[in-house]
């Protein structure tokens, strides 16, 4: 698959998905980024505006293994991950798999899963495989997680540690949409789930081969370095605590160049990287004691300010 193949098929998902939903497109075309570099989502945002119908087009638009685990306080890890359930007829144990055997997997309110399952999809997110009673077992790939959360509701809650939070790659937001894109939504969605309508217009094999052409887009040193020189601009910043981590140039780098081959592009540019910096970055800062939360958001900008593209 070259990069223009790519591009239009990026294209058709971000069509299927804005026929569906309403959402900014800005917000969109990071859960199509995502996609292509295989990186893991979290959309957070206000109750009611969407999250959990964004989720469902993007996997109804690839036509990929989908599932939804719908998190509760009760829950335990093995909902996740699957069990081993003793069979009668030939007195042996067989592994019952878990909803997280899919392609693509909605966590729907992560936060209200407790913190010890939570932890079951740390080895989910970063290794693609589940190992239970000693056993692994590899997870099909594609392997994507779209997590929603919302960060106004805290009875009930357990908030994402920051070794959760950085296995994802991309922090989405959407918003209250303007009046005029909110009327048209009432109009187009009284009749009934219009994500219910979306055909795939992706395989998971394509899917595969669309990420290995990310995969192979070029780099070059410069913007490596660059993306390093914004990540010490984080680490320095008198505001954080604690700044990017090298996973997280990794992803920042890794969604580049899927942006970029999402425009049919054959190598990554600083704008791909300026242009994600915000959603990659800003959910994986620690800011110190006293710092307003919205500063992490700024603290990103300003080290794109600062840093010179080599």
Do not use: W
């Amino acid at each position: 698959m070259t990069p223009e193949d790519v591009a239009r098929s990026g294209a058709q998902i971000i069509e299927a998905v804005t026929g569906a939903v309403t959402a900014p497109p800005d917000s969109v075309e990071q859960l199509v980024v995502a996609l292509l570099a295989g990186g893991h989502v979290l959309i957070e945002d206000l109750p009611g505006v969407g999250k959990t119908a964004l989720a469902r087009a993007l996997a109804a638009s690839t036509g990929c293994v989908y599932s939804r685990i719908q998190c509760t306080s009760d829950m335990l890890p093995s909902d996740v991950t699957g069990v081993n359930v003793f069979s009668e007829p030939d007195r042996s144990f067989r592994f019952r798999a878990g909803p997280v055997f899919a392609n693509i997997v909605l966590v729907d309110e992560i936060n209200r899963a407790s913190a010890k399952t939570q932890s079951g999809l740390l080895e989910c997110m970063q290794e693609r495989r589940v190992t239970v009673d000693g056993t692994t077992h590899e997870l099909p790939l594609p392997f994507i997680v779209v997590a929603t959360q919302n960060p106004v509701d805290f009875e009930g809650t357990y908030p994402l540690p920051a070794a959760q939070l950085d296995r994802f790659m991309l922090r989405v937001t959407l918003g209250y949409p303007a009046a005029d894109a909110e009327s048209e939504m009432l109009a187009r969605h009284a009749a009934g789930d219009r994500v219910l309508d979306i055909r795939a217009t992706v395989a998971a094999e394509q899917l595969l081969a669309a990420q290995a052409c990310v995969a192979a887009t070029h780099a070059s040193d410069a913007l490596r370095a660059y993306v390093v020189a914004v990540l010490e601009a984080t680490r320095t910043d008198p505001r954080i605590e604690l700044g990017a981590s090298p996973r997280a140039g990794l992803q920042l780098l890794r969604a580049a160049m899927a942006r970029s081959t999402l425009r049919g592009r054959a190598y990554a540019l600083p704008d791909d990287v300026q242009t994600l910096a915000t959603a990659v970055l800003t959910h994986r800062l620690i800011l110190r004691p006293g710092v307003a939360d919205d500063e992490r958001a700024r603290v990103v900008e300003d080290a794109i300010a600062r840093v010179p593209a080599l």
